[in-house]
């Protein structure tokens, strides 16, 4: 059935280095998927909407430069935290399809 | 604009309690309804689901029924088990254009005592 794959589950990084998170869907296509950030004890923040050959819409407040979209088929979209620091560690998770299927999410933790 | 609104936790229970945690949400369309589940350390994964008004979603002894007179969504569950703590989020996703948004509540965390 339709599942998305979300790559890594966790990972470790120095700060000012760049992390690439990568969300798949499996089994379906998706002109859209969208990305979310999770701080601790608080819901899922909808950081942005990828959307397949074209740029990301990303929500307010949110750094496009910081976080890279790139959705460049219609399988798979990616997110890259660029120059990351202590305070972009989180937890990532994406969504695609009808019904909001979700990845199993990225826990990112910079030192 | 679409919004979700869930009873705040945590909420704490002896095991074999019976559950309930209030879901109440405003959407412009007419949208499907879940309940996701974080277990601690892990991603979200779909509880339940309903995608019409008067849909029961069950999955693993929790239920929730589309009532579209009162805009809920709320999770029960007859008998919880220590196994059940975690953060439970009700969710929405409509449709806007070809796309499906999804909107989440805070999450409600349930820990629940031997």
């Known amino acids: 059935g339709a599942v998305v794959s979300q790559h890594p589950s966790w990972v470790i990084c120095k700060s000012g280095t760049s992390v690439k998170i990568e969300c798949r869907s499996l089994?379906?296509?998706?002109?859209?998927m969208f990305w979310y950030r999770q701080f601790p004890k608080q819901s899922l923040m909808l950081m942005a909407t990828?959307?397949?050959?074209?740029?990301?819409?990303?929500e307010q407040g949110v750094e496009k430069d910081k976080f890279l979209i790139n959705h460049a088929s219609l399988t798979l979209s990616t997110l890259t935290v660029t120059s990351a620091h202590p305070e972009d560690s989180s937890f990532y998770i994406c969504?695609?399809?009808?019904?909001?299927?979700f990845g199993s999410g990225t826990q990112l933790s910079v030192l | 604009g679409n919004s979700v609104t869930q009873m705040e936790g945590p909420v704490t229970l002896s095991e074999e309690a019976f559950l309930t945690i209030n879901c109440t949400y405003t959407?412009?369309?007419?949208?499907?309804l879940f309940w996701y589940v974080q277990y601690p350390g892990e991603g979200l994964q779909l509880l339940l689901k309903?995608?019409?008004?008067?849909d029961k979603g069950s999955n693993k002894g929790f239920e929730a029924t589309y009532r579209k007179e009162t805009t809920s969504f709320h999770l029960e569950k007859g008998s919880v088990q220590v196994s059940d703590s975690a953060v439970y989020f009700c969710a929405l996703s409509d449709q806007m254009g070809g796309s499906y948004i999804p909107t989440f509540g805070r999450g409600t965390s349930l820990i629940v005592h031997p």
């Open positions: 990828s959307n397949e050959g074209s740029k990301a819409t990303y």
């Open positions: 089994d379906f296509q998706a002109t859209t």
């Open positions: 959407a412009t369309g007419y949208p499907s």
């Open positions: 309903a995608t019409k008004a008067d």
């Open positions: 969504s695609a399809g009808p019904g909001a299927l």
